[in-house]
């Protein structure tokens, strides 16, 4: 009798226990299925639920600071993350693969041409072709721009290759005083860029020369040929016209590095290229234009150094006499007449005219 009255007493205290456990746990299961229900457990956040509010962030949109930099509102900024793989990615691996591709190809070139000589061998003689302000102009324009491709090229490839060589004390040193560098001869390279423009644009308008000079491959090729071209043939007004644009391409958008935030050329460009059939964003946030701008100022710099490395190859390894031009201004009569033929002919005409006009 005493052990029925034992086992009830125990049987009402663990029924008395499941009751209070349920009571406890009602709410939890309330709780779990009003979050099913895509409602936020207690209003705690608001009427949005974890998933609107996660999307909202994970879409760059900027919330509310009491901080004055008010892009530190955008709690994560997802195009981040494409920007990165972007610049570590296809523009650092296709830029060095111009960079490297383009030294490989010359030097292959070079050892099946060699040095392009002058078929007449020098005259002796001289002909002025570029005065003081034009070597003034390329230099400034060429000695900037090196230094801006080396100091570039190191903030883009230093930590995989002078880093592990130097260590991180003498390269920190190093890449501090080239980013320093980089920022302040950016305005001697406008310099010279828009200089050179104003002093050889007349020069650089395409003709129909041209397209027997190309046709010709510019005699580069072959031995004893040598298509006609003015001052400036179609291989340099090329480069002429890559460099000027590229070179106001990549100061524009260096610019709006060293003063971040300030500008929205990519949504006014996409709106522009928009109207010719493309399908841009127009709505860039100041971070999106800010990443969009490094980017655009690696890739043309990268074409520019591919590009600038024949130039600088045919300037003066790969052509006999032609360094002169920019050294001292003048070169031999016979490498004149074998590369820029009509040029000599104008200048030869305009001297002779000038010669025959009487003294006033
Ligand atoms: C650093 C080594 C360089 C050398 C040895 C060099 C050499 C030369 C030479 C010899 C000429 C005159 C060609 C002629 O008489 O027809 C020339 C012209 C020119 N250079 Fe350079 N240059 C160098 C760098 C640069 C750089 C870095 C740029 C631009 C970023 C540049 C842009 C030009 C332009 C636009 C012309 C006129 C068009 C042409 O001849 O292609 N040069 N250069």
């Known amino acids: 009798m005493n052990m029925l009255k034992t086992i009830r007493a125990h049987l009402a205290s663990v029924l008395v226990l499941f009751a209070l456990t349920l009571a406890g746990i009602m709410p939890a299961v309330h709780t779990a299925s009003a979050q099913t229900n895509g409602e936020v457990p207690g209003q ?84 002025e072709r570029f005065g003081t302000i034009d070597r003034f102009a390329h230099w400034l324009m060429a000695g900037s721009f090196v230094i801006l491709a080396l100091t570039g090229l190191n903030l883009l490839y230093g930590r995989y290759t002078l880093l592990p060589l130097l260590g991180p004390e003498a390269f920190t040193a190093i890449t501090i005083a080239g980013k320093y560098a980089h920022n302040y001869l950016a305005f001697a390279f406008m310099a010279g860029l828009a200089l050179s423009f104003v002093l050889w644009v007349r020069h650089n308008i395409p003709s129909k020369i041209d397209l027997d000079w190309l046709k010709a491959g ?54 522009l290229l928009n109207m010719i059939g493309f399908d841009l964003p127009t709505t860039l ?12 100022h690696g890739i043309v710099s990268l074409v520019l ?13 790969g052509m006999e006499g032609a360094l002169d031009a920019m050294n001292s201004g003048k070169v031999d009569r016979n490498w004149a007449k074998e590369h820029h033929g009509l040029w000599v002919k104008e200048v030869d005409a305009a001297t002779k005219a000038a010669k025959a006009k009487p003294a006033e």
């Not at 693969?97 to 001289?126: C, H, M, N, Q």
């Not at 340099?236 to 300030?262: D, E, N, R, T």
């Open 44 to 127: 705690a956040l608001g009427l949005n639920s974890d998933a609107d509010l996660w999307r909202f962030i994970r879409n760059g949109n900027a919330g509310d600071t009491q901080m004055k930099d008010q892009l530190a509102a955008v709690m994560i900024q997802s195009e981040g993350d494409n920007w990165r793989a972007a610049r570590n990615g296809p523009v650092s691996v296709y830029g060095a693969a111009g960079v490297l591709g383009i030294i490989v190809l010359l030097a292959v070139f070079y050892s099946w041409r060699g040095r392009i000589t002058i078929d007449a061998g020098p005259s002796g003689k001289t002909i």
């Open 218 to 271: 510019g005699g580069i090729f072959t031995k004893g040929v040598h298509p006609p071209a003015r001052k400036f043939n179609a291989g340099q007004k090329i480069i002429f016209w890559v460099v000027m644009l590229g070179g106001l391409s990549v100061s524009l958008s260096g610019i709006a590095l060293l003063f971040p935030f300030q500008t929205a050329m990519f949504a006014k460009t996409f709106g």
């Open 305 to 317: 150094m591919t590009i600038i490395v024949a130039h600088i190859y045919i300037g003066s390894v």
């Open 285 to 296: 946030t100041m971070l999106q234009e800010q990443q969009l701008n490094q980017l655009w």
